[in-house]
């Protein structure tokens, strides 16, 4: 029952233009999401939140956007750096019924080309 | 200015043997939370613990595992009897308050290898 899902494992970028990560939930109790960033051999390090009562958070050159109704959230980085290759996580908490627990999807390994 | 702390960075283990894992998070963070990463695959949620309390041990395996949070000194996930499936990541983080709307900060993480 994977509640958090990033579809797409991979994504490869040219440096300047932008990288758009997407992710798709599926329990609608969440209502806090967030993003991090992970490098091999590394925790992950968070980037950028948003809650639901919100539909944008922009925070420099990352903003995340939230669709409720499509049950989508998406990370806009631009312009994209080389040293932004990592992998991206999306997570989601869930006040009420999840508590503080965090449920991750399983990553895209973004590639910001020089 | 430490973040959150784990040790061993690496841990090699024998079927059958046990396996100690130890995290002490941010200064003044009295929340904490394991997360478990299998090769391949996103982090999956072990255990929430306060000091002296766990809060929420709804992800941990039934059998073998255990974590404490004692009112002194790290917190600890322990795997008694390990076998190579439990081969992965460990993560440790730490949030400021009850998390919901607090992020969590992780450790780099404690890769244990099972022989």
């Known amino acids: 029952d994977q509640q958090v899902k990033q579809n797409s494992p991979s994504l490869s970028v040219q440096e300047g233009r932008i990288s758009i990560l997407n992710c798709d939930y599926t329990n609608s109790m969440f209502d806090y999401f967030l993003w991090y960033k992970k490098y091999p051999a590394e925790g992950p390090t968070f980037l950028i939140s948003i809650s639901s009562i919100k539909d944008k958070n922009e925070d420099g050159r990352f903003t995340v956007f939230l669709n409720k109704s499509a049950k989508h959230l998406s990370l806009h980085i631009v312009p994209s750096q080389p040293g932004d290759s990592a992998v991206y996580f999306c997570a989601a908490s869930g006040r009420r019924t999840s508590g503080s627990r965090l449920t991750f999807g399983e990553g895209t390994q973004l590639t910001v080309n020089p | 200015n430490a973040g959150v702390m784990q040790n061993p960075r690496h841990l090699v283990r024998r079927r059958g043997q046990e396996a100690r894992l130890r995290c002490s998070p941010m200064k003044g963070h009295s929340h904490v939370y394991w997360y478990r990463q299998l090769p391949e695959e996103g982090l999956k949620f072990m255990v929430y613990?306060?000091?002296?309390?766990?809060?929420?041990e709804s992800g941990m395996p039934k059998e073998r595992f255990s974590a404490e949070f004692p009112k002194e000194g790290p917190s600890i996930l322990r795997i008694q009897q390990v076998v190579r499936g439990d081969s992965a990541a460990y993560f440790c983080?730490?949030?400021?308050?009850?998390?919901?709307?607090?992020?969590?900060?992780f450790g780099p993480g404690t890769r244990l290898t099972v022989l």
């Open positions: 613990l306060q000091k002296e309390n766990i809060i929420d």
């Open positions: 983080a730490s949030s400021l308050a009850e998390s919901s709307y607090n992020e969590q900060f």
